[in-house]
Each structure stands twice: as structure tokens, then as C-alpha cells.
């Protein structure tokens, strides 16, 4: 299967943009590093650590959002677009976060959030200032109740953060007045996207990052933003998952309507020198209905969802990565790659639950089965490696290169997740994907600062995890993902094509991308490799080789 290079026409010598083959990395602010102290990370301490990330070699990083918020949803519910939130530094720090990334070469795409505000933006704390029916009402999705008295919600629509998807507003003599939609916290109220004036107000955010120099824009909820007309009752598929689900008919998610925001948002980053890009967070099933948000006029990339949720199994990962590059090459956009995130269970812990206990949103002590770290770590190592040799954009999450496994014991007075207290526990949410990083071993905080201070506590058993006792030790995870961004990027396999080695045993996988051979075990046994490939030099293994054995939960590159 090769995947069609449509920027490549005959006689066009234009180099393919930098996003069609980058390495993407996923910095979660609170958490990466914190130069002041206070126990949250902020954009100093990414400045301070910019070093590493040029160490491993990665082409790019995401930044989840930094901007002003009372931080109900973790900044991803947004007091004031243009702006730091001083719990991150100043702007002048972004822009010299900035400047240190590009001066290595480092791009940077931050997070734009434009399905919901905060209820504290401006424009929201006017729209309950003001009269039903009043155009600062008509920014956001108010509406009257259902029931005699408007005591009902307007729709069924659940959160996907548990509860109602409605909550009910104060008149100012003190009786209920109309609802406001909010398909997530009820402290993060959708915007109606159908006004022209939300239109050219994120139209202007766009131009105010763009101006200072960002590279592009991850976009949170992209699928969200236009409902269907009159607001239908719709009971979610139970097989959906939390962010919708493969029912492209839901109100709420998928609507045709969105499509012209990017062909607009298109013209925007169009405008501006360098190749800009705009990543959806589009979680629509299947593939081929998720590329309609990467054709040539819209966006760029979308994050490879169905990738993420496919288990270390040979049987299952090949038809995904068939269809991924089919529905992608098809509109001319590369195939992405991910295996974590901040919203999901961390890969190196993911892997290892069973068929049982699947859970991809969270776990905690009391989740049915827990996943077996050691088992875990092999096939997060193994996955990764096999990932990183896929041709298109991968993104990793920070601390992936440390083999970090999800935090599963936090206290529950620590946790933080909206879906925590909108289920009443029921749920344990993502906070253990968000603990802060590990930097150096035995000293404070592992190095995240110098205080001691964690928005979430840290393991105490994380010395092995940090980076300084992994860097430049053979066989660390941290050398796994260093030695195969760089081998990535001299051969040149972002760019490259998948032909797949067939017959191999149901458990085995095994693909050519141009100059190297690529396969991975997914049995729990070894597998002897046989004589024409045993014979080739082995440019990468997830795990330790001995003669002509490749153990189980392994993957390995060859030089083809
Ligand atoms: C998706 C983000 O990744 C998640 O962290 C957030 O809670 C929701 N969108 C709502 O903005």
C-alpha cells in the first residue's frame, strides 16, 4: 500500500511542507516544567528545557493552552484568547519561548479552543447581563426550558463530562430564567457559531498568534462547533465513547456546517508566510468521514483517533493503517500517528489492560484489573518504535519518551478532572496522564522545580523515569525514541510509503518503508526470524536481540 503524494505533481519541485513528515511533540504546560515554583509548570520552564526536546529531535511541539482561564477544564475553558494566563508567565515569556524554540528549529502550535469560552469570558458574563433575545445572548446557545414553568432542559443532550449538557440561568430578580448550552463543564458554555461576530472574533485570534510568529493551531472540539438546526433530542450510541462515537448523525458532532469555518480559517493561515498548519481534534468515525476535515482547502492534519484505540495486535493494526492512508492520500493530507494524549490513559499503561478492562478514559485503584507495568512498558516501546517508522505526521505526548505508565493511585483529594466531580467519581478522568514530569532523579519534585510544589503529586518511585537517568543510556526508553527520531529523519520516513511483508504468522507485522524493514511482534512469545531477514543489519529494537530471536511485545528496524 503506498500512500499517494498528491503535493508532488509532476514537475512541481516545491518541497512538501514541513507537517506532512513531522514529528509532533505534545507539551501539557502544567506539567512539563515549572520555573517559579508554585507547583504548576509554565512557559519559563519550557524555555528552560528546550535543550531536551532539541536532544530528542523533535520537529515541532503543541502547547495546550496557556491562555487566561480560571482553569475549570485545565485552560481548556478560555477567559481571554489573546492572553497569558499568569499562572504561565506573561506574554513575553510566550514570545520568548518562542524565540528558543524556532532558534533550534522547533516549531510551535498552540491550542485554540473555539467551540466553548469560559463563563468568565467578557462576552458571556454580558450575555447573562443581558435580556433573553439580546445579541449578546445571541454569542451563545440560550434557550427556554421544555416543561410548564421552563423547568426542563431544552434537549436531551448529556455532557461529555457527565450530567445534563444544560444548566439554567438566574434572572436578576432572582427566578430562573433561560438554559445555556455547554457540551462540556458547565462552566465552559458553547459558542453559536452561526453568529458572524464569534466568526470574525476568532478570525482576529488567529491573526493575533499568527502575528507573533505561532507555526499553527491544534483546534480543540473541531467537530463540535455547529449543532443541528432546533436542537434535536439525541440518547448516545452506548458503544460511542466520550467525545461522540462511529453515529455521524449526532447533533452535536459532525455537521456539515463546520466545514466552511475551515475553509475560512484556510484563507486565514494562508495569508501569512511559512507553512502554518491547523490540527483538528476531530474524534469522527470512520477514517474516511475524518478526512473531510484535512481536504485541500480545510485543514491540515486530524489526530489518527482510530489509531490511538487500536490494541498491540498484528490482525488489528493493519487494516487501521490501510485505511488511514487510503481516507487521508485520498484528499491529499499524510496520515498521522498517536498512541497518547492528555485525555486518555498513557499508552504504557493502556497496552496492558485487558479485553476486560479496556478503559481508554481512565482508571484508578478500584478499576476492574490493573494493567501489569512491565508488560506495559515492553509494548508501549514496542508500539512506538513501530509507529515511528509509519510514514506522515506521529505525535507523541510528553513523557511517552520516558516510558512513563499512568498514574493510577492519586488521592482522591487531588484530583482535578471535571469528569471527576460531574460523575461523583464515578469516573476517574484523565488527571493520571497529567502528573508533572520527571527531570532528574532523587531530587525535588524530580527536578519539574525546585519548591517541591505539585498541582499533582508525583510517584514516589520515578527516579528510573526521569530524563538525566535515561539520556544517553543504551537501552533506555529515552534512546529508543532519540535513535529512532533521528534514523526517521535521515531516512527520510516521514515522507516514505508502507508495503507490507506478507505472509508472516497472525501475530507478526512487518512493512518496508523505503530504505528499512519494520516488524513488530505482537505475541507475548518469540518469534525466530528467518534466514533472508536475520541476515540484515538491525538499525533499532524496542527491546534486547539475541541471535535470530525476536522476543514478544518487539519491534525491530532493519536496513532493507
Ligand atoms: C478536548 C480536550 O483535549 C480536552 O482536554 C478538553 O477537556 C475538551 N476538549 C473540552 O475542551
Redesign the pocket.
Known amino acids: 500500500m503506498t500512500q499517494p503524494t498528491a503535493f508532488s505533481a509532476a514537475g512541481d519541485t516545491t518541497a512538501p511542507e514541513w507537517w506532512r513528515s513531522a514529528v509532533i511533540y505534545q507539551i501539557y504546560p502544567r506539567s512539563f516544567a515549572d520555573a517559579n515554583g508554585d507547583g504548576v509548570g509554565d512557559l519559563a520552564g519550557i524555555a528552560s528545557r528546550m535543550d531536551a526536546l532539541e536532544n530528542l529531535g523533535v520537529d515541532a511541539v503543541w502547547l495546550s493552552p496557556f491562555m487566561r482561564s480560571p482553569q475549570k477544564?485545565?485552560g481548556?475553558d478560555v477567559t481571554d484568547y489573546k492572553s497569558v494566563d499568569p499562572l504561565f508567565g506573561t506574554l513575553d515569556d510566550f514570545d520568548a519561548m518562542l524565540a528558543s524554540a524556532h532558534q533550534r528549529g522547533i516549531k510551535v502550535i498552540v491550542d485554540l479552543?473555539p467551540?466553548?469560552s469560559s463563563d468568565t469570558h467578557e462576552w458571556f458574563i454580558e450575555a447573562l447581563a443581558a435580556a433573553p433575545g439580546s445579541s449578546e445572548r445571541g454569542r451563545y446557545l440560550f434557550r427556554d426550558g421544555k416543561g410548564e414553568n421552563g423547568e426542563l432542559p431544552p434537549n436531551n443532550w448529556e455532557s461529555?463530562f457527565g450530567g445534563p449538557a444544560w444548566t439554567r440561568t438566574t434572572n436578576p430578580d432572582g427566578t430562573p430564567g433561560e438554559w445555556f448550552l455547554h457540551l462540556?463543564d458547565s462552566t465552559?458554555p458553547d459558542f453559536d457559531w452561526t453568529n458572524p461576530e464569534v466568526r470574525e472574533m476568532f478570525r482576529g485570534v488567529l491573526r493575533f498568534w499568527l502575528d507573533r510568529g505561532v507555526d499553527g493551531f491544534r483546534v480543540?472540539?473541531a467537530h463540535g462547533m455547529i449543532k443541528a438546526e432546533g436542537l434535536p433530542d439525541y440518547t448516545p450510541n452506548p458503544g460511542g465513547g466520550s467525545m461522540g462515537g462511529d453515529d455521524f448523525e449526532v447533533p452535536y458532532w459532525g455537521q456539515e456546517g463546520v466545514h466552511e469555518i475551515y475553509r475560512d480559517w484556510h484563507k486565514v493561515l494562508a495569508e501569512y508566510e511559512g507553512d502554518r498548519v491547523l490540527a483538528a481534534?476531530a474524534w469522527i468515525n470512520p477514517l474516511s468521514k475524518m478526512a473531510k476535515w484535512v481536504r485541500p482547502d480545510e485543514m491540515h492534519q486530524a489526530f489518527n483517533f482510530p489509531y490511538l484505540e487500536t490494541a498491540w495486535d498484528a490482525q488489528a493494526l493493519r487494516p487501521v493503517i490501510d485505511e488511514s492512508l487510503e481516507a487521508f492520500g485520498a484528499v491529499g493530507a499524510p496520515a498521522t500517528w498517536v498512541l497518547s494524549?492528555?485525555?486518555v490513559v498513557r499508552h504504557a499503561s493502556r497496552l496492558a489492560l485487558t479485553a476486560e478492562n479496556p478503559q481508554g478514559h481512565g482508571i484508578g485503584p478500584k478499576s476492574p484489573g490493573q494493567p501489569m507495568r512491565e508488560v506495559g512498558l515492553q509494548r508501549a516501546r514496542a508500539a512506538s518504535a513501530f509507529m515511528l517508522a509509519l510514514p506522515g505526521g506521529a505525535y507523541m505526548y510528553q513523557g511517552e519518551e520516558l516510558g512513563l505508565p499512568e498514574v493510577i493511585n492519586l488521592p482522591d483529594e487531588a484530583r482535578q478532572d471535571p469528569t471527576w466531580f460531574r460523575t461523583n467519581g464515578e469516573r476517574y478522568g484523565?488527571d493520571g496522564c497529567r502528573v508533572p514530569l520527571p527531570w532528574e532523579p532523587g531530587t525535588t519534585a524530580y527536578g519539574f522545580n525546585t519548591t517541591g510544589e505539585s498541582w499533582l503529586p508525583q510517584p514516589e518511585d520515578w527516579d528510573d523515569y526521569s530524563r538525566a537517568a535515561q539520556q544517553g543510556v543504551a537501552g533506555s526508553t529515552l534512546t529508543l525514541y532519540t535513535t529512532a527520531l533521528e534514523l526517521r529523519k535521515r531516512l527520510d520516513l516521514g515522507l516514505g510509503s508502507v508495503t507490507w511483508i506478507e505472509n508472516l504468522p497472525e501475530t507478526m507485522i512487518g512493512f518496508r518503508n523505503g530504505d528499512i524493514i519494520v516488524l513488530g511482534n505482537t505475541a507475548t512469545t518469540d518469534w525466530e526470524i528467518p534466514a533472508e531477514l536475520a541476515e540484515l543489519p538491525v538499525l533499532l529494537a524496542s527491546t534486547t536481540i539475541a541471535g535470530n530471536t525476536l522476543p514478544g511485545d518487539a519491534t525491530i528496524w532493519l536496513q532493507a
Open positions: 477544564d485545565a481548556y479552543v467551540n466553548h461529555v462540556f465552559q480543540d472540539v481534534e494524549n492528555h485525555d484523565r
